[in-house]
Structures are given as structure tokens and as C-alpha cells.
């Protein structure tokens, strides 16, 4: 059985001609239903019960999450090409129409041509399409999940996990014993790692924002979870990149470009790849099975195998931002920016001597990521902390954990596991929660104990003995995309609140947009829009034949902080008069003023210029 699957806003469909002679006796007339999962069915050769009450098992889970309960079932004979008999096809569709009592169902007229018009809704889970077959019933991975999935990411879910929280005074306490009445936050944490569903039912509010602003969307063409960024989006994306890549040089990293694919068979992969658990994009190429990196570490490690080391070098420190990296992650998971399957990640590893020098460079690097995040406008009341630990680790290195915590300020959560799973003994996160109760990690860090032997890396201690490093995994920001859905998430919140929502100065696409009241008064403006670009500002003009407050509203809707509209008056003063969309009021300021304000709000931020034209009647209208 096949099946395409839509969450449709409407459908309306009309029969035309009967096609077989079987075809179902109806009166034909057009029908017209709202707020409904159509499902179009085409039924196989070999298909019996079992496939229909496994195929409706299915249908009816997924229109769980998505919340609807209306059903109609389309036969489609055009999804293949091995349909069973006509009677065998209408016998089963009524059984699946039968066994769906609980759902509002109908079916569409067996054996009739039909004309139809639908509108399906625009969220992740909208659109799916599923193979049933006898052989592939009670299966839980699709088939390229199942092509190479590590022995880590299949004993993730068996791993024993103790969940507690860990208070700044260093009190551990069981989840059950804590009182989470000042942090509801962490209590939204604590049940979502707990429980480790991951699947979205509903697309978050940032979705509909990175539309909106020209941001971000789905890339039909390419596989689910790799998005595409317009303009303001690659933009913001490329700000965001260069000012943590600045943040981990000023740190001490050295930068690195490493290959995106790798050889599954070579000895250091297939080990490192059972103790990571991610699932991943496979290739083969010329005898070659390879696959799509899923971070940077298996090439900063083969560098690393390369270098001779004194401990006098360490901790030494490599740096890549990975354009990309690749996880396949599942697809009920994927939505908008927060989950994708491409995604770019800041990646530094630290080799260090011993684990002494280990805990001191990841209090640097804690200390690191949370400047990296205040910086960015994601401030400690945004996240949550998470910390994961062997009991052995927990209990030889008490001291250093708790001063951790003491640096967050706040009780965090904690997974203590009894042995050691993974390749670390301890891994901590900063996690931002959102308003649909998912929780999402930013900067993390983790304390690795095999790679070293793993990958042959080595140094030269003071006694002249070669040993192994510890190495450290930071990402002082998580996934850039990441980073740009907490900046959404949180100005969807203060849409909510009544508030209006504002990028950080020194990431907004336009920072200043000047509107002449008249075209007499564009000369003017071309002069002071680059008058003000000669000083790192990005300026657009609205030079469109549109109401003066069209022009304006446009302004506050593109999110543009300061807005100077030039007529007679502002032409013949020396000072400029400057609407201010956070303060809601209008100002004058000389040139010089207006220069520093804006320069204290962007002071040791990188900076580009317009990456759209300059005069908005040249500019293609974005349809979302």
C-alpha cells in the first residue's frame, strides 16, 4: 500500500466519469471539507488486512499529533503501477474506513475520475508519505535509518539513567524530592530529557517569523531538515559565525578546515562511530562507503594524530565552524531551525595532559560560552543547565562540578549513569526552553577519555613518556541555526506579551532606514544614507511611491530600530530628527550623536554591509 499523506486547510472534490465498471454507484456532486488529513491510498497486489490495520494504525498517530480528527481516504491508483483488483482495492478501503471509527471518515467515490482543488496547511508535519507493506509491518526506523545506525545511538535508550538536581550548595536531591516552584523552567527540562520525546506536534512560533522576515525556510528540493536563508538570513547567519569564530580566537583556538566525508571503514571511525549517537547520511563512492561528518572532531583528530607534542603546548586548541554538519535526525523531530539535519557548528576541541589541567580548561570554556551567549542577546534567565556524569566521576571530582553550578547561579539538572557509556565522563549544556515546552541545547562542553588512544594522538610528558591526551569537545554556541531560533523564539514571546520585538543592533539586515517625503528631497537622502554607511551602518531607503505612513508602518514591521523620514524641515536642520522604534518616540540628535549611539550598541561586533539593494523599489518582494 501507498500513501500520501496531507493536512489540508480544505479539499473539494467532484466526480467526473466513471473509469471501471465496478466503480462504486453514486449520484455525482461536488463535496467540500474543512480542517481535514486527506490521506490518497493506492492499494497493492499483496495488500490484506494486516497492511490496512497497520497502515490505519499509522494515519491515526500522526493525525494524533497534528491534532485533527477528520479523515478522508482518496483512492489514488496513480502512486503505482502493481494495484490489486478492483474488488480486492474497494474491499479493503472500506475496511480501513471501518476500522478508523473513532476519527471523522469518509471516503472519496472507488473507480471514478475526479476533479479536486485542496490547501494544505504549511507546518512539518503537513505532508508524509508511507510505504505499507506485509513485510515491513511493526518496523519503527525507515530504511535509510536503519542503514547505519551506531551501537551508541541503539543503546542510548537502555542506558540506566539517575535523574537528580544539583543545587548551587551542592545539595543532590532525587527529581522527585526537589521543590520546582521558583524554577518552572528546570521543571520543564527535567520531564523533557526524562521522557526523551523529541517529535513535534505542533510548528513553534518561530517558524512563521523566519518567513516573515525573510530568514529562513524549508528547501523543498533537498532533503527534509536542510533549510535555505534569504538575504537577512545568511546575513545574520555569517554575523553570528564570525563573531564566535573572533570569540574563540581571542579564547586561544587555532582555526581548521577539515573534509565533510569520511571513510566508515577506517579503524578510528568505526570505533568513535559506535560510541557517538547520531544517525547518519551514508554515501558510497568508487568501493568507498562513506559517510557526512557529524561534528569536526574526526578531522581535528587525524590532524592531531600528525602533530609532536610536548605538554609544554597543552592545552592546545583547534577550531573549526563546520559548514555543516550532518545528522539524520528523524523526521517528526525537524521543524523550522530549532532540529535539522545540516546545520553549522562551532566546534573546539582542547587537548590537555591530564585531568587536572582538563577541569581547569573547562571552567575557562564555561566561562567562555556564557560570554558567547549573553553577547548574542541570550541571556542566563533564557536557558537551563544540564550536566551528565558517571557516578565515579561525580564522586572523585565533587569540588569541581559544584563550582560549576556556583557559576550558574541556579539548581541544574542531572543524568548520573552508574558506568561509562560514551567516550566522556562528563558532558554539561545549556539548554534554551521554549514556549512549547521543548528544550533545545546551546553551549556545551564534555570531557573525553578515549579519543586520544583512539585516534593515536600523543604527547611527550616531563618524565619523556608518551601518553594520550584528554581532549575537551566545546561549541561555545551551539548550532548557529540554533542561536538564530532562540533570537526568534524570544521576540515571538514579546509579540505575545504586547512588546515589539527587536534583533541585537549589530545583527539587524537594516539598521537605519531613511525615508524622503518627497522625491525632491532624494538627493538628500542618498547623501546622508552614505554618509552614514561610511561609518559601518547599514541603511537602506524607501524610495517606493507609497504613503509617507505605509513607508513608516513598512519600517516598523521589518523591525528597523531608526527610521529618519527627510522633508523640509529635517533637510534644512543640522540635526537629525530620528524615529525610534524601541522607544516608540522621535528624537534629534547632531550626526555625531547618532553615530555614537549606534557604535555603543555594536562595539566588538563584526560588521557587513547590505546584502540586499539599497533602494527598496528594487527589491523583489518575498511571497510567504
Not at 578531522?299 to 565552524?321: C, D, H, I, T, V
Request: aromatic share 10%; with cysteine; net charge neutral.
Amino acid at each position: 500500500m501507498r500513501i500520501l499523506q496531507l493536512h489540508c486547510d480544505s479539499i473539494e472534490y467532484t466526480p467526473t466519469k466513471k473509469e471501471i465498471k465496478s466503480a462504486e454507484e453514486i449520484v455525482p456532486e461536488t463535496k467540500r471539507l474543512e480542517e481535514v488529513v486527506v490521506v490518497f491510498v493506492a492499494i497493492e497486489n499483496g495488500d490484506d488486512s494486516s497492511v490496512v490495520q497497520s497502515a490505519i494504525s499509522q494515519i491515526k498517530n500522526s493525525m494524533t499529533k497534528i491534532g485533527c480528527k477528520k479523515l478522508l481516504l482518496y483512492p489514488y491508483a496513480h502512486l503505482s503501477s502493481n494495484l490489486a483488483a478492483p474488488s480486492t482495492a474497494l474491499s479493503l478501503l472500506k475496511e480501513m474506513e471501518s476500522s478508523a471509527t473513532e476519527l471523522e471518515v469518509s471516503h472519496s467515490p472507488f473507480g471514478w475520475t475526479k476533479s479536486y482543488h485542496l490547501k494544505v496547511k504549511g507546518h512539518p508535519l503537513a505532508e508524509s508519505s508511507k510505504i505499507v507493506t506485509k513485510e515491513n509491518i511493526g518496523e519503527k526506523t525507515s530504511p535509510e535509518e536503519k542503514e547505519m545506525t551506531s551501537e551508541a545511538l541503539k543503546g542510548e535508550s537502555k542506558i540506566t539513567s539517575y535523574w537528580k538536581i544539583l543545587s548551587p550548595d551542592g545539595a543532590l536531591e532525587n527529581i522527585g524530592d526537589f521543590n520546582f516552584s521558583k524554577y518552572p523552567k528546570l521543571e520543564v527540562l527535567a520531564k523533557y530529557e526524562s521522557a526523551k520525546k523529541r517529535a513535534v506536534d505542533e510548528p513553534p512560533p518561530h517558524v512563521a517569523l523566519m518567513k516573515k522576515m525573510g530568514i529562513a525556510d524549508y528547501e523543498p528540493a533537498s532533503d527534509s531538515g536542510n533549510m535555505r536563508f534569504f538575504p537577512n538570513g545568511r546575513l545574520i547567519k555569517s554575523l553570528i559565525e564570525r563573531f564566535v569564530t573572533d570569540k574563540v580566537k581571542e579564547y586561544g583556538g587555532y582555526e581548521v578546515e577539515t573534509p565533510i566525508m569520511y571513510d566508515s571503514h577506517h579503524p578510528s571511525m568505526v570505533s568513535y562511530f559506535n560510541r557517538f549517537p547520531a544517525r547518519q547520511y551514508n554515501i558510497d563512492s568508487e568501493g568507498k562507503k562513506l559517510f557526512l561528518r557529524f561534528a569536526a572532531c574526526f578531522g581535528q583528530f587525524l590532524m592531531a594524530n600528525e602533530f609532536q607534542m610536548s605538554y609544554k603546548n597543552l592545552p592546545y586548541r583547534l577550531y573549526e565552524l563546520t559548514r555543516y554538519s550532518f545528522r539524520r535526525e528523524q523526521s517528526g523531530e525537524l521543524v523550522g531551525l530549532r532540529r535539522l539535519r545540516a546545520f553549522t557548528m562551532p566546534d573546539c576541541h582542547a587537548f590537555c595532559k591530564d585531568m587536572a589541567q582538563s577541569i581547569e580548561e573547562i571552567k575557562v570554556r564555561f566561562d567562555l560560552s556564557r560570554n558567547v551567549l549573553k553577547e548574542l542577546g541570550i541571556i542566563e534567565s533564557d536557558y537551563e543547565m544540564a550536566i551528565r556524569f558517571t557516578e565515579d566521576f561525580y564522586n572523585e571530582n565533587k569540588s569541581s562540578i559544584n563550582e560549576l553550578v556556583k557559576k550558574h547561579g541556579r539548581p541544574v539538572l542531572v543524568e548520573m549513569w552508574k558506568e561509562k557509556f560514551f567516550y566522556f565522563v562528563l558532558k554539561w549544556e545549556f539548554n534554551f526552553v521554549d514556549s512549547m515546552g521543548k528544550a533545545s541545547a546551546l553551549s556545551t562542553d564534555q570531557i573525553d577519555v578515549e579519543n586520544g588512544n583512539r585516534y593515536g594522538i600523543e604527547f611527550v610528558d616531563e618524565h619523556n613518556t608518551r601518553k594520550n591526551p584528554i581532549i575537551l569537545h566545546n561549541s561555545p554556541s551551539g548550532a548557529i541555526e540554533r542561536v538564530i531560533y532562540v533570537i526568534l523564539e524570544k521576540a515571538a514571546q514579546e509579540i505575545k506579551e504586547g512588546k515589539k520585538p527587536q534583533f541585537p543592533l549589530w545583527l539587524a539586515p537594516t539598521q537605519v532606514r531613511v525615508i524622503p517625503l518627497k522625491e525632491e528631497f532624494s538627493k538628500i537622502c542618498d547623501n546622508l544614507a552614505d554618509k552614514l554607511s561610511s561609518q559601518n551602518i547599514r541603511v537602506d531607503i524607501d524610495d517606493r511611491n507609497e504613503t509617507i505612513g505605509k513607508r513608516i508602518r513598512d519600517a516598523e514591521r521589518d523591525w528597523i530600530r531608526y527610521t529618519l523620514v527627510i522633508g523640509e524641515k529635517e533637510a534644512n536642520s543640522e540635526n537629525l530628527s530620528i524615529r525610534d522604534r524601541q522607544t516608540g518616540n522621535v528624537r534629534e540628535l547632531t550626526f555625531d550623536d547618532f553615530i555614537n549611539e549606534i557604535s555603543e550598541q555594536t562595539k566588538g561586533k563584526p560588521f557587513t554591509g547590505l546584502n540586499l539593494p539599497k533602494y527598496l523599489s528594487q527589491r523583489p518582494q518575498l511571497m510567504v
